[in-house]
Structures are given as structure tokens and as C-alpha cells.
């Protein structure tokens, strides 16, 4: 698994610290045909934490596609109609018969790599129970940000703003869709998938395919060695 690939780089993100707590969090691996990986699910957000958890460990997303990749903002999977779904088939309107309520919360925002619950435009903002995106996003500078803050009445810490202007991210999906979790080995992954080239709506020409499983305890224990030794 992970652990053996010599291939994947590990590296703690900016703006994601380690700390004893992150022991306690659930960690997924994700593989994809453009490589591996690495999700932590937030304790913050539980009802979205044990819905993902759920189905990862029915396996579900095994086999599904990320069906909708726009390079510079995410990509976004979990459609349960892109299992073997017909090359130029529309995708996206799949679900599987709930939502999940909103669960928003400042501290959890849409840096790269942010892990969050896609949703239709029902009036309360509940996540999709099953389709998901992966931020990549784009830098903000001071100038940006401010104009994000002043055009949707957001406030944001001066660590957010540094993770916005250096790591990038979405700003303007904040409080909006609820964040869940975050990719803390892989991030060249996301940038490898949002590239690939898409048709007219927004789908990889060739499928890029996913298989999820959690990770154990000992497993989580030997990820957060190495993330701290490279942070």
C-alpha cells in the first residue's frame, strides 16, 4: 500500500499542523489512475465524517470516476451513475436517496486539498450524501482576499490569508459547502487529474477511476511519523 510506494512524496501541507489529535482522526486512502492519495477526515464534522466513512467501507466509491475536473478551482467524483458510464454520458445529478445536514465551520476552509461535500441548491446547504470535490484553487493575494471578504461579508484569520496567498485554495466556497476533510498526502495527484483534458462539460476525455479504503491505527501512527519528520 502506501506505505511501500517509494513513488508518492510525503509532505505535510502548509497551514495543516500535526499534533497528538490527529492520532484520533480517521484517515482515508484514496487511489486514482493518476496515482495516491492521503485524506484526513475532520472530528469537527461528524455526521459528514461517518457518512464518508461508511461508504468507504462498503465500497461504494470503488470504481467511480471524477466526472467533473476544472483545472485552477477542483475535482469532484462520487456520482454513483459513473460506474461504467458511456464515454460522453452526462454525469453529475447521481445520488442515493439522502442528504447530510450542513455542518460549517470557519477554522475548516477551502485551502488546496480540501476535502468537501458537493450539493444540489437546496435551501438549507445539505451536502450531497455521496459526491464530493478536492480543492485545487488558485493563489489570492492581500488585494484579492480583501475584495472576498468585503463581496461575501467573510473574515478570515491572518494564517488563512497566508495559506490562501501561498498554497491557494477557493475562498468564495467558504461557509457555503461544507468541509470535511483534507488531503495531507498527494496534493501533486489533484494537480496531475485537474490537467488532464476534458470535454465540453467539464469530464476527463479518459476516465480517472478511484478506490478508497480507511487506513488502520497502525497505519495512521506511521503516516503522522513521517509527515512530522518532513515538516
Not at 486512502?29 to 459528514?48: R, W
Not at 458510464?85 to 488546496?112: S, T, W
Request: aromatic share 10%.
Amino acid at each position: 500500500m502506501i506505505f511501500l510506494c517509494s513513488a508518492m512524496a510525503l509532505f505535510a501541507q502548509k497551514g495543516e499542523k500535526n499534533s497528538a489529535k490527529d492520532a484520533d482522526c480517521q484517515y482515508v486512502f484514496i487511489e486514482t489512475d493518476s496515482g495516491s492519495m492521503v485524506a484526513k477526515l475532520y472530528n469537527e464534522t461528524p455526521q459528514h465524517r461517518d457518512n464518508f466513512v461508511k461508504l468507504v467501507n462498503e465500497g461504494f466509491y470503488n470504481g467511480l470516476i471524477f466526472h467533473r475536473v476544472i483545472d485552477k478551482f477542483m475535482i469532484q467524483g462520487g456520482d454513483p451513475k459513473s460506474k461504467d458510464a458511456k464515454p460522453g454520458q452526462m454525469l453529475g445529478d447521481g445520488n442515493i436517496g439522502y442528504r447530510v445536514p450542513a455542518e460549517f465551520n470557519p477554522a475548516l476552509y477551502h485551502k488546496k486539498g480540501a476535502l468537501a461535500a458537493a450539493r444540489d441548491n437546496n435551501p438549507e446547504k445539505a451536502s450531497s450524501a455521496c459526491q464530493f470535490y478536492i480543492v485545487q484553487g488558485e493563489l489570492w493575494d492581500e488585494n484579492r482576499m480583501h475584495m472576498i471578504e468585503m463581496r461575501y461579508r467573510k473574515t478570515y484569520t491572518d494564517e488563512q490569508k497566508e495559506v490562501y496567498a501561498t498554497i491557494g485554495g477557493t475562498p468564495f466556497l467558504d461557509m457555503d459547502y461544507t468541509v470535511f476533510g483534507q488531503v495531507v498526502v498527494g496534493l501533486e495527484v489533484i494537480d496531475k487529474i485537474a490537467a488532464v483534458k476534458c470535454d465540453p462539460n467539464n469530464r476527463p476525455v479518459e476516465d480517472v477511476k478511484m478506490r478508497m479504503t480507511m487506513l488502520n491505527k497502525k497505519q495512521v501512527k506511521k503516516l503522522l511519523k513521517k509527515l512530522n519528520k518532513v515538516k
